[in-house]
């Protein structure tokens, strides 16, 4: 009897993928941070569509705050909206929760859920309510729609062997706060995709070390990673800086010739955070592997 | 210290919805069975989303055959797109599992998601995969966009006073098994909208005795019900027709003269399935009240 335990998260995945009907299009399907869906060409907009979901006892502990918690389970969406270079705009939220679960616990994760929607423009179009049997832990499911201008899409497939990679702020750490309480980047996104679009992009929600391999393999690339390089978390360690995950940065390649520019116009636009060279693509085969990242169905870490 | 078992479902999610940003046009909120998004006039169709979710041990017992759990899954929100007089297009699934959950199980719940996805014309476009602790029950929650034509949109909120109230098919008794194989009533949905279209529509997810009030509520009415003409299911009592829920039926309100037409029209459509006057939607304020029906956070039923 094989369980999730034995197999991880990623073979799941692919399993499950491949025995469910999807559209012709591969970027209208999983794969990328978000679902892609063109309505056709007189459409200046693509639409994006997203879901992910919070689990108590895993991606949040019983004593959290639940306003940080509903605005983690937003912010989470919001960030995969923005590794595509978009903007969130209908949310969807299922939250289902044992009997006992206080009601001024689900208004206060609601009122954390409309700071996050507040924020970033969105607004509720929908949800679902039900509860766990006794003893059973909350699950917190938030599905978006969001869109992306055409030309300012990015996906993580579309790097090429020599592009150079680069990750927003610091790596690591995450548990300690940051999880909870992290600005998804929007912003930076606008302003890559707008100024410097890069050729790939991603958040790096599992740690680098997850989500690099999947970038550079989702563009049928290799990677090398100079670890030296790492912007680390205040009192991180490489390990963690590349395992813990949650990090919610923006993982990019570009074009090794548009590095300069972009870092000098960078510190400008945004001065104290920083963008950071970690390694570059390279062929596929070629160069380094990593181990480690967060694996939802590897309890053991 | 006020529960979720205190107050039930409908009070929480009337108090959630009011801490949460919403789009200017009610219809693209919650409080029908989707919410509608219009992208404008040069646009045929209009958008639906909706969200559900199920929950081992409430919607479904570890024994279910996980194939019937995963076609219940997807077919909730097919019904939910019915009930609208729309389709169903792109999904996203969430599952939260505990690890020690068999990797057959998940593929064979993502059979069942399939065959339905494949029966409506659907896709997937996206989804979650995390743990819950060992042993906290599973919930697999799914999320979709569908459309619907302009012009055979059905809403909740548009019924009459004097207006007759039909349904289909038979109500009560689905935990014996109807409701882990129903066919969404989108056939007939499609059907109604285009030939005979009803002044207010819904499916029936939470029995009569809940959903009938809130068609009359939404629609600013009362209602009165013939108890006697319900369409009891095989051995089915009225209080279980009003109660028991998970029927799946279509509720659908409609002018007075034009329901012998419909009556014999449906007749020739749908040989065999049963379209029942129930009652009429009366002035607000008049009419009957019903008690009963599912609620997700009254545990004792």
Redesign the interface.
Known sequence: ???????G?DA??A???A?????PDPL???GDD??V?D?GPDHETLQL?????L?????FLPEADPRAVGWKAAARVVSDFAAMGGMPE?F???V?????????W??DL??G??DC??AFD????????????E???P?I?V?A?GSVRREHLALRSTGKPGQVVLVTGTLGGSIHGKHLDFTPRKKESDWLVSQYKPTAMMDVSDGLAKDLPRLAGASGCGFELDERALPLAAGCSVDQALGDGEDFELLLAIEKERVPGLLTAWVKAFPGLPLTVIGRLVEAGKGGMLRGGWD??A?ER
């Open positions: 009897m094989t369980t999730l335990r034995d197999i998260e799941l995945i399993r499950l993928v025995l469910v009907p999807h559209d209208a399907g999983p978000c679902a869906i309505f569509l997203k879901t992910d979901a689990v108590g006892g895993v991606h209908r969807l939220v299922t289902a929760l044992p009997v006992e679960t206080e009601v001024a689900v208004e609601y009122r859920i409309s929607l507040n969105a607004v509720l179009a929908g949800g679902e309510t039900t509860r766990v049997p003893g059973s832990a699950v499911s599905s729609t939802h169905f309890v």
